[in-house]
């Protein structure tokens, strides 16, 4: 699918109504259809509060019958990050040690199958539902890109689908997941959680039998405030969602050394330097897909 064909599909809300919930599938049966996304609380398991990548068990998907696992990805504020830069050094080669900071959710787990995701961009921040959709759509672009080894020539794969926006409440799926890849602002449990990015997927066995099967991401929007132009104070939306979409694809966190990457661990306020990808980023994007 070209990038102006997902945009497209991306940019019409999403107005679900009970009858196409239930020809598709794709909605949990709780949601209430009629009332615009409101603040959710997103409790972590006790081991979040001193781990990065929480295992959530295994549980049956509702769409293929296959036993599953569940893992959260938590993005924390840091102060160990390099200060930002308003241009960043030109990438070295594929080859060169730069390109070994990444790593994956699990070698061989990736995504087998392109499926649609959505949004609901309400948040109390300014940041408009256009923007927040049509730049989740762009951090898309990037990733998907950058899955043939380079950047900027468009030619990379469809990997995570198109997007669209919905006034429905959404909640990540902590226990078991249930059809629909979900994106939104809410309350993340525990302090200094920027955001959350929930996986679930084949893990274990031979790796050309594992795959991703579906994500759900959580921008914290209690303790954190966001901004659309790197402000001082604030989190970066496009700094945050880009790294969040890179666990979606099935990347992890890279060596604590590797600060210039786009998947290293920590943000911090006013942080643009991770809208865009590094060597790592690339080349473990390519060694994937």
Known sequence: ???????????????????????????KHDMNLSTPGTEKVLHLPEAAAHSRVISLGSAVDSQ???????????????????????????????????????SYMARGAMWKTVEPWYVNPTNPYGLTSEYVLANLVADVDKWEDAADGTMGDGAGA??????????????????APDGLNEVYFGDIEGSGVIAVTVVWGVFGGPPKA????????????????????????????????????????GLGHPDSTCVEETMYAYADYGETMKRDLNAGDIAGTDGLY
């Open 158 to 175: 469809d990997i995570l689908g198109g997007g669209a926006s919905t006034i429905v409440t959404l909640v990540a799926d902590m226990s």
């Open 210 to 249: 594992r795959q991703l099967m579906e994500w759900d991401m959580v921008f914290e929007q209690v303790d954190f405030a966001w901004s659309a132009t790197g402000e001082e104070g604030m989190m970066d939306f496009e700094n945050i969602a880009t790294h969040e979409l890179g666990h979606s694809i």
């Open 64 to 102: 293929s019958g296959e036993v599953v696992e569940g893992y959260a990805v938590i993005h924390r504020r840091g102060n160990n990050v390099k200060p930002d830069h308003a241009v960043k050094p030109p990438k070295p080669p594929k080859d060169d040690a730069a390109s070994s900071c990444y």
């Open 1 to 27: 699918m070209n990038n102006k064909l997902k945009y497209a599909i991306a940019a019409a809300p999403l107005l679900l109504s009970a009858a196409s919930v239930a020809a598709t599938g794709q909605l």
